[in-house]
């Protein structure tokens, strides 16, 4: 709808004559109305036709897509190792959704025999473009010790590249990651704040865990409360014996009270 009214029928009927003059990026976009109906009638195996077309045209969003077809059955019959050759096709384009779904294909053994460290090595590629859920996975890894030395910290260090982007998996991680003091220091706020990020966005797992957490001892507002208290009981003993405190001395008695318990 930019300059004309929007009219998926006619912006169908465009893309088909560049598609069949041989243009890729018109056969992508082809594949793309007919993948989600827009302008004609959708037809996954019409899509998977043009997509392969543009494909074996070494276009890389094409090639990217037809792999994941062929991993899921899409318009095609299903067959992993073909997958991976097109994705392997885009990857060599340094795709990093593209790189990121081969870390992944190694990881569970899909289409290529499990190899973790191949798993690795190619979520760290597109991890390091910047890929969400391929930095999401490699904290995963570095949480677990899958294919990596067992790093807690470098494990919320790409979780919080991946939170920080948006991905609700990785905020819902990095939340565990602060309960837990696992990487990090131990945060309840903290906690609370990337699992209500993730919950937002419709975390179901996130959810769960913020309300199991908060019912246990050491909830957030349990430990506002009880700071609350021991904040009173420090200034109340002070006045009592006559030890003026400053703001920062009660602070620090508050925490050591509690450090106790």
């Given at each position: 709808?930019?300059?004309v ?5 006619e912006?169908?009927?465009?893309f088909?004559k560049?598609?069949?003059q041989?243009?890729?990026?018109a ?15 959708k037809?996954?195996?019409?899509a998977v ?36 050759k097109?994705i392997?096709?885009?990857v ?8 990121f ?10 289409g ?14 597109s ?8 930095q999401?996975a ?12 067992q790093?807690?910290?470098?494990a ?7 939170a ?5 998996d990785a905020?819902?991680d ?8 696992c990487?990090?220091?131990?945060n ?17 797992g ?12 050491h909830?957030v507002?349990a430990?506002?409360?009880?700071t ?9 003993d ?9 703001m ?7 925490w ?6």
């Amino acid at each position: 709808g930019r300059g004309v009214a929007q009219d998926y029928r006619e912006a169908a009927r465009w893309f088909l004559k560049a598609a069949e003059q041989g243009h890729a990026s018109a056969q992508f976009e082809l594949y793309s109305c007919y993948a989600n109906g827009n302008g004609v009638e959708k037809n996954e195996y019409e899509a998977v036709k043009w997509l392969r077309k543009a494909a074996e045209q070494g276009y890389v969003d094409a090639q990217n897509v037809l792999g994941t077809c062929y991993l899921n059955g899409d318009g095609v019959a299903k067959d992993a190792p073909e997958g991976v050759k097109w994705i392997r096709k885009a990857v060599e384009k340094g795709r990093a959704s593209a790189q990121f779904k081969l870390g992944l294909c190694y990881e569970i053994g899909n289409g290529v025999a499990k190899d973790y460290a191949e798993a690795v090595k190619w979520y760290r590629k597109s991890a390091e473009q910047g890929f969400d859920f391929a930095q999401n996975a490699l904290g995963s890894c570095y949480l677990n010790g899958i294919g990596v030395v067992q790093d807690y910290s470098e494990a919320v260090k790409w979780f919080r590249e991946a939170a920080e982007q948006g991905n609700a998996d990785a905020q819902s991680d990095l939340g565990t990651c602060y309960a837990n003091g696992c990487g990090v220091a131990k945060n309840n706020v903290e906690a609370v704040r990337w699992y209500c990020k993730a919950a937002e966005q419709g975390h179901a797992g996130a959810l769960k865990l913020f309300e199991e957490w908060r019912e246990e001892k050491h909830s957030v507002l349990a430990v506002f409360h009880q700071t609350f208290l021991e904040f009173q009981h420090v200034i109340t003993d002070a006045r009592r014996f006559n030890a003026p405190l400053t703001m920062e001395q009660a602070v620090e008695r508050t925490w050591f009270w509690i450090d106790q318990e």
